[in-house]
C-alpha cells in the first residue's frame, strides 16, 4: 500500500474536524450576544440614578417593537426584578431622543434618563428637567384606558420576533389609543410628545415581559 493511500484515512479525519470547527464557531458567532459589552458605561451610570449601584443589570432578550415614532433599542432586566429599557423616539428631529426609562417590578415608571439628544437646545431639551420627567413617575398598565372607540383610525405600537414580522403586523393590526394626563412643554410639543410616546412604550414593553 502506498504511502499516499495510508494517509487517505488521516486526512478525511482531519478535515471533518476541521470543517466541524469552522460550523462550531459559525454557529456560536450566529447564536451569541455579548451581554456585557453591551451596557456601556453611560448606559450603568444611567441605571444608578434611577435604580441602587448594588443592583445588577444584563441584556434581556425581548421581542422587537415599536411603533411608527418610538422603538425599543435595548431591554435591561435588574436583579431584583426591574426592568429598564432604552427607546430611541421621535422628536422634532427624527429619533431625536433616546431615552433610558426604568421600571420597578411592579411595572410603575420609576424614573427616565436622556442618554442622546438631537432636539432644539434651550427648548426641545428641556424635556430633561425633573419637573416635565417628573410627572411619568408612578405610570402604570393601569393607566390605559379600557375602553378603545371602534371608528379611531390609529396605529398599535406592536410586539414581534423579527423586523421583518413588525412590518407585516403593521398591515393587520388597528392601535389601542393610549392616554395619560401629562403636559407638554410650550414651545416644545414635538419633543415632549416624543417623550410620553417612549413611556407608552416603555409600559407596554413591560407589560409584554413581567
Excluded at 393601569?142 to 410586539?159: A, G, Q
Excluded at 389609543?177 to 415632549?192: C, K, N, Q, Y
Aim: overall charge negative; some cysteine.
Amino acid at each position: 500500500m502506498s504511502k499516499l493511500k495510508k494517509a487517505i484515512p488521516a486526512l478525511t479525519l482531519l478535515i471533518i474536524c476541521a470543517v466541524s470547527a469552522l460550523l462550531l464557531v459559525f454557529v456560536h458567532d450566529l447564536t451569541a450576544s455579548d451581554e456585557g459589552a453591551a451596557i456601556t458605561p453611560e448606559i450603568i451610570s444611567a441605571l444608578s440614578e434611577i435604580y441602587s449601584e448594588s443592583e445588577e443589570f444584563s441584556v434581556y432578550d425581548t421581542p422587537f417593537g415599536g411603533s411608527e415614532t418610538a422603538y425599543v433599542n435595548m431591554s435591561l432586566r435588574g436583579d431584583a426584578g426591574d426592568y429598564a429599557f432604552i427607546i430611541v423616539t421621535n422628536g422634532y428631529n427624527k429619533e431625536g431622543l433616546t431615552l433610558l426609562i426604568g421600571l420597578d417590578s411592579n411595572g410603575a415608571v420609576k424614573g427616565i434618563v436622556t442618554l442622546e439628544s438631537a432636539e432644539t437646545p434651550g427648548l426641545g431639551t428641556k424635556t430633561d428637567s425633573p419637573e416635565f420627567m417628573g410627572q411619568f413617575l408612578g405610570f402604570t398598565f393601569e393607566d390605559l384606558p379600557d375602553d378603545i372607540p371602534p371608528d379611531d383610525t390609529v396605529y398599535r405600537v406592536r410586539f414581534a420576533k423579527s423586523k421583518a414580522e413588525l412590518e407585516a403586523l403593521k398591515e393587520t393590526q388597528p392601535e389601542a389609543p393610549v392616554s395619560f394626563e401629562w403636559d407638554a412643554i410650550t414651545g416644545a410639543t414635538l419633543s415632549s410628545n416624543g417623550v410620553y410616546e417612549a413611556v407608552k412604550l416603555a409600559i407596554l414593553a413591560y407589560s409584554e415581559v413581567a
